[in-house]
């Protein structure tokens, strides 16, 4: 298994070295740059740095959208794209109150989208790197066989029962962001992008026994490990033994890594988390067995409503408002 392991990080190696001759791309856009879990899509944004919500114009509540799909431009209903949101966000299986959630959140978070006017030629586009995922009825039938009309109307059941739901923060629709789990706190939006008021750092419920795949590891010989910090931080001085490789590290409030030191290098845990294809930036590092060994803990960002822990909440009784205003504290549900 080690040596499967060690070829995992052989090939993260050269991957992080090809920024050395080709042009990087942006530290933001590569925030969930991590494979998925099974069954369970998480939400990648890239706010630009000169657009919030108080600068943005008033998103139209258009009954029809343009949504870019690859390179085919489709005309669709605001609510027949949210169907399609959901079914790409959320397993279909979640209790009712959470997809219910998981559809207000996706519709403010469009209508913010729209708002902003990130796309010249369409409103939204079907990119889960850009704005969200998005999957068409026949691609969702496709892969749901037999089960298709059950999960279907299921999913239209819950963006039918909010339709015109939307988060509003001081009048405004809200950058309504979701993750897939977090190791018992949310992540506040400032350590990762710009700090909103209604993005902070809230307990969340789920834990290793709710979640698939809650703690993931990675293990790397030295000399990846070592190359990879140095393909992004050239300074970082590895001359003495690995051991002495690590220093100290910061916690930020949602229990993540703020800055693991290494090589004499404060390097922030996002860039790690990017660096290393970490799931999250909750891990702890160490050095067992002449290995560096990356425990990590959630999937995703970590900012706003987590989907599983949402689950939990709804399988423990909870409404879709509750599990709203809980992960989203200081908004308001308007019409």
């Not at 399609?84 to 469009?110: I, N």
């Not at 930036?281 to 067995?289: C, I």
């Amino acid at each position: 298994m080690k040596k499967n392991l060690l070829m995992v990080c052989s090939a993260l190696l050269l991957l992080y070295l090809l920024p050395l001759i080709l042009p990087r791309e942006s530290t933001a856009r590569a925030e969930e740059a991590a494979p998925p879990l099974p069954t369970l899509h998480s939400l990648s944004f890239s706010p630009a740095v000169s657009s919030s919500p108080e600068e943005s114009a008033d998103p139209p509540q258009a009954q029809s959208i343009h949504l870019l799909s690859g390179d085919e431009l489709l005309e669709l209903t605001l609510e027949d794209y949210l169907v399609g949101v959901v079914a790409a966000e959320m397993p279909a299986s979640f209790p009712e109150e959470a997809l219910k959630a998981q559809a207000v959140a996706a519709r403010s978070y469009a209508l913010w989208q729209i708002g902003s006017g990130k796309h010249p030629e369409a409103d939204l586009c079907a990119d889960p790197g850009c704005c969200q995922a998005w999957r068409s009825e026949a691609s969702l039938r496709e892969s749901w066989g037999e089960d298709a009309d059950e999960k279907l109307a299921r999913i239209r059941a819950a963006v039918e029962a909010t339709a015109g739901e939307t988060l509003s923060y001081e009048g405004e629709p809200v950058l309504a962001v979701f993750h897939s789990s977090s190791p018992g706190r949310t992540e506040e939006s400032g350590q990762i992008w710009n700090a909103l008021p209604y993005l902070v750092s809230v307990s969340s419920p789920e834990t290793a026994q709710d979640v698939p795949g809650f703690v993931s590891e990675l293990l790397c010989a030295p000399l990846d490990f070592r190359d990879v910090i140095l393909s992004a931080y050239p300074q970082a001085d590895f001359s003495g033994p690995e051991e002495t490789w690590i220093g100290p590290f910061e916690q930020d409030a949602g229990g993540r890594v703020a800055y693991q030191e290494l090589g004499g290098v404060a390097i922030p845990g996002k860039e790690l988390r990017a660096l290393f294809s970490l799931r999250s930036t909750a891990f702890s590092l160490t050095y067992e067995e002449g290995l560096f060994l990356f425990t990590v803990t959630g999937f995703g960002h970590g900012v706003g409503m987590s989907q599983y822990g949402a689950m939990v909440m709804a399988r423990d009784g909870a409404d879709y408002r509750e599990i709203l205003s809980h992960y989203y504290p200081g908004t308001e549900l308007i019409e």
